[in-house]
Structures are given as C-alpha cells and as structure tokens.
C-alpha cells in the first residue's frame, strides 16, 4: 500500500484556478493508475479524474470535461489536477487514489490506496 498526501486545496472564487498535488510514497505496484475523487458534503464520494501508468490514457467525469487536467509525473510519483473555471458545484473535499493497473478504472472499489483529503471551497 502507498501512502498518498494531497496538497493545494483552498478557497477561490468561482472562475478561478487551483492546482491539487498529491505525493505518493512507500511501496507499490510497479505500474498504477492513479486517480481524484471528490465529495461534498451530504453526498457519496465521486469520480473526478483518472490517468494511466503512461500518462497515455485519462478519464474525466463530464461535469469536469474542458475545466480539469489530470496529469503525472511518475519520476516524482505525483499526481496533479489543474482546476480551472472553477464553480460552486466543485466544491468538496478532494481525494487522490492509486488503482493498481495498467489501465484506467473509474470505479472507487478499485483504487486500494487513498490520500487524506484536501478541502476546495469555490465561492459565488
């Protein structure tokens, strides 16, 4: 299991931009994906985003598509989501994932290894 740490939450107004970051470290697969997810409060846990070991493949929830950017750098095990345009409805405590495949899921049950959480608030 590896440990994963997002960082680079925090309150914007809406049509702004943030940059989440999520560090993983200690043992792992030697190939994952890894992925965001989100939740607001009152509501079950979401998929946002998902990228492939390559960096060849991703995945977005539609309500993202052309706002958000998932991308990696292996070298650094970091996964990063650019947030832009953001609008109230995106509000929720985000979470970085690591599935451990090749591929791509966007399935919650197939990500093993979650971050703690980091809060994005988006203001009217």
């Known amino acids: 299991q590896v440990q994963l740490v997002e960082s680079g939450g925090g309150l914007v107004q809406a049509g702004g931009s943030l940059r989440l970051s999520c560090a993983a470290s200690?043992?792992?697969?030697?190939?994952?994906?890894m992925g965001w997810f989100r939740q607001a409060p009152g509501k079950e846990r979401d998929f946002v985003a998902v990228?492939?070991?390559?960096?060849?493949?991703?995945s977005y929830v539609d309500s993202v598509k052309g706002r958000f950017t998932i991308s990696r750098d292996n070298a650094k095990n970091t996964v990063y989501l650019q947030m832009n345009s953001l609008k109230p409805e995106d509000t929720a405590v985000y979470y970085c994932a690591v599935a451990p495949l090749r591929g791509i899921t966007t399935t919650a049950a197939d990500f093993g290894s979650w971050g703690q959480g980091t809060q994005v608030t988006v203001s009217s």
């Open positions: 990228i492939s070991w390559t960096g060849g493949t991703t």
């Open positions: 200690g043992r792992s697969a030697s190939s994952y994906a």
